[in-house]
């Protein structure tokens, strides 16, 4: 049993996440703060591994009383730039055995679906990208996209492949979508859906589609679940769940 | 068994169209008829239903024989303009017991397709659409993806139905893809793909899709199979498959 | 205004569709009955339409008072056998003016995918229906895939066509799916879904698929709606709101 | 500029691999070679690399032939078993510079996807296979829909996976599909569609979906051709094309 405490107990994430923790037979929930809780909870409660959602200006001083304290952490905390990466790599340093992970995504499918598309970009002529997304969605494309469209772009410029195939002469504007480093990517905005992405690839005669649909914001849970199980044997500062995924 | 001719019956399509009537076990292929044969053959060999998938400027002269002669026509041969249209039903005027059957798409799934999305747009909040084709085609979006979203849009006016919701304020240019009389519309073009069609419909918590997926260009002969069993129960101009399929 | 009330109106149904009439600008909630309440309460409102959701126990004396007020009635509560609607036919035949709509599923969306499988069936070599659900569902195939199958069935059978077609000489037991009225039908049972349901139909060349996804116990609002908005203008008894679609 | 040659040149596969070669800016077709054809054309013509798809009755002493010759070849003739695999290694271990692919599937796609279904499978609580084909064929599931599902559930049993969860206690035979050790194969046969596989995994909230679609035998080309440029730089025996992939 791994004993887990959670900040930011009393958010919305923060309680699907205890929720999550109770549910798991191999995991005990031993401490939970929220804004006006004392942080030494942790240490009292013997606390292994912290999960912190919690907001960018307070998660700094937080993250360094864990490493601190020799407590792991999973951070899905927002807001982390090279600057604050470097200072949690500098209180790392003098706590070698502490290990932890910080990441902005912890919905396994998207990773997966992220890293798979990357991975088969260079076998295929053409890619494209549609994301689909509930209505009141600001931004088009998704931020998912962007970075989905950036890692096929670099796969195939690595591979010395060209732009997929394209003979439109005759095109009503916009119809062929937004150019996002040389890959199409369409954004589809309808109500009924939550956040839903397919990477369209295509050689001759066939085609290989990667799908993620994702209907619940309780979709981060397993990811986060994994990182709490693997952090303690992973050192020094991880970012993203890539690397937990041992693909 | 109908006693059926084909016009054009060398060409591509022709013979596809001769190869079908063959496996038919209701329909008698009689008559063949090219560039050099005299169309009288269709007279000689007693053919009920002639099947004409010929071109815009030799299709008006064989019509006008056919209806002269009482043979009932399924024409897929292009360039049908309203001035055209009123010379047939010119024609038919004195011949009222023939039928003449001038469709543009002979694709049975495109058409319910089209006919499907049209009648569920108007219980739907929001409504896309995405058209996939291979990356030769130079017209973007397809036009059938054009008559789709026309049809879309008539339907929603009629029933008071304003713009599908989108709060997107921070698009990169052509993401949220080509605005079609209102209809958002997104063509992808893929290696492998031949001609797809996707209509999403959507409403609170759920949503309803209507896919066409057309892989071979003999997509047509059910449709034409079905012209020429019905036509003769028809006289006069029949334009577009649709009412036959009594929907 | 349509002056709106609601029968079961403290359940969670009851109180999804509080929330949708409130939400909407042209019906008024002027009144919410539960256990407990005097039902005359409806009455005293004017209330022209009641929405009931409550249990197969209590919905007869309901609806019997509703009818004698002459209050028209939509009605998801399920029980609904033949000798029920016998009943209710009786109690209007005295109140000519009222209407009353009785309907097994609200989904539109699932509605029309019925109804377009069915009238597709016809045109096609083969039809086959996937549904998929989360992996809590006791029955497979669901109640309202067995319902598209035997729609299917029926209008093939009326169309004079013979069953798809199946080459099959060595199949793994169950692979081929479940056999509903000569229809294959499969289910899937997956984490991280709700309720779809794609039918597929396919001839020479092309395909037409037909799927619905419904990710949210809301997806009845939209069609008790139309229902409370349509039902003053349909005396007598309506049952499934496939009428009410106009199609 | 690769030196090419084709065994099997004639038939029908074998000249769809000649075109793909000549269409290839960095290969050169050299020679074609089919039954009654003098296989030492391979070496009179400098040959560097032979593609084999031939039949198992004449695949042994060609391979043998072109092995001794220090010709590299790539090879889709099927049949080849431990036996047959431990005799070309035995031949390659006196040429130890050359090298021999020997692949039942060529299709990227269809590789990638199994690859990556089972790179995923530890991580979803839930996972199924449905596989979509023409009605003309005779075996459900396909070879390739039983490789897949072995491949997930060696991976899964590997990471402790248990089966997946599956409330079904009311089942019509055969709805929930075929169990290939431990996971449930559907399979679908439509006329219009030609082989289509799709893997599906599920946990709380999210889905990801792996799609393969092939509408063309030449499917393949790709591959043989990612092989030809390949095999090579890779001597000895290498089977299936997964290697090469570098993943």
Redesign the interface.
Known sequence: MIRVGVLGAKGKVGRAICEAVEAAPDLELVAQVDAGDRIETFVDSRTEVVVDFTSPAVVMPNLEFLVANGIHAVVGTTGFDEERLATVRGWLQSKPEVGVLIAPNF????V??MR?AA??AR??????V?E?HH???????SGTAYRTAALIAEARAAAGRGP?????????????????DGV???????????AHQEV????????????????????F??GVL?GVREIGARPGLTVGIDPL?D?
């Not at 919905?107 to 998207?110: E, S, W």
């Not at 209505?135 to 494309?141: E, M």
């Not at 369209?200 to 979709?219: A, K, Y």
């Open positions: 919905a396994i499918g998207a997966l679906s798979f991975q088969a076998f295929f002529d053409s890619v494209e549609i689909l209505p009141n969605k600001v931004d088009a494309p997929s195939p394209d003979a439109t002469t005759d095109e009503l504007d916009g119809a062929r979508g937004a150019d996002v199409r990517v369409h954004s589809v905005r309808l109500a009924g859906l939550v369209l690839l295509g050689t001759q005669g066939e085609t290989l589609t990667i799908r993620h649909d994702s209907i619940d914001r309780n979709s849970a397993p994994l995924l693909l």
